[in-house]
C-alpha cells in the first residue's frame, strides 16, 4: 500500500472513529465533521450549565454557613423533634425553646448536647390544645426559621 493509501485509510478511520464518539449517522466526511462540532457544542454548553450550578451551589453553601439536619416526626400526642449543627452554637438551645413556646408545645422530654457541636432531641407535647392544627412540617419550619434568625443574629455581633 502507498503512503498515500496509509493516509487515506488512517483518515477513513479517524473519521469513522468521529463518527461513533459523536453518535453520527452521516456518511461523507463533511457531515461527520459538522456532526462533530453540534456534538462539542452541546458539550460545552453542557460544562457551562455545570458550572454555574456548582457556582450556584457553592454559594448557597457560603450563604448558609451552618450544616444542618433538622427532623420531626409525629408521636401520639405530640412531636419528636430532632436537630443537629455541625458547630457549637451557644444561645440556639434558647431560640428553639422560645419558638416550641410559641407554637404551644411543651417539652417534655429532651436530650441536648453543645460541646462539639449541636444536638438537640426533644419530644414536644401540644399544652393544653393550644398546638391544635400544627403538623410535623409547621413544627420543621419553625425550628428551621428559628435557626436561621439565630445565625443571621450571631452573624450581626
Known amino acids: 500500500m502507498s503512503s498515500r493509501g496509509r493516509k487515506k485509510a488512517s483518515v477513513y478511520r479517524k473519521l469513522q472513529e468521529l463518527r461513533s464518539v459523536t ?4 456518511v461523507n466526511k463533511t457531515s461527520i465533521i459538522v456532526d462533530a462540532s453540534r456534538y462539542i457544542e452541546e458539550l ?17 453553601t457560603s450563604q448558609n454557613p451552618l450544616p ?4 420531626v416526626e409525629t408521636l401520639q400526642k405530640g412531636f419528636l423533634i430532632n436537630v443537629l449543627l455541625e ?6 438551645l434558647v431560640s428553639i425553646l422560645e419558638t416550641f413556646e410559641e407554637l ?20 414536644g407535647g401540644e399544652n393544653q390544645g393550644n398546638a391544635e392544627g400544627i403538623d410535623a412540617q409547621m413544627v420543621k419550619q419553625a425550628v428551621l426559621q428559628a435557626i436561621s ?7 450581626q455581633d
Open 23 to 26: 453518535d453520527s449517522t452521516a
Open 44 to 60: 460545552k454548553e453542557k460544562v457551562d450549565k455545570l458550572n454555574q450550578e456548582i457556582s450556584t451551589s457553592q454559594t448557597s
Open 68 to 71: 444542618m439536619q433538622v427532623t
Open 87 to 92: 458547630k457549637n452554637c451557644p444561645g440556639l
Open 104 to 123: 404551644g408545645l411543651d417539652v417534655l422530654d429532651a436530650r441536648v448536647s453543645c460541646e462539639d457541636n449541636f444536638q438537640l432531641e426533644a419530644i
Open 149 to 155: 434568625k439565630w445565625s443571621e443574629n450571631t452573624q
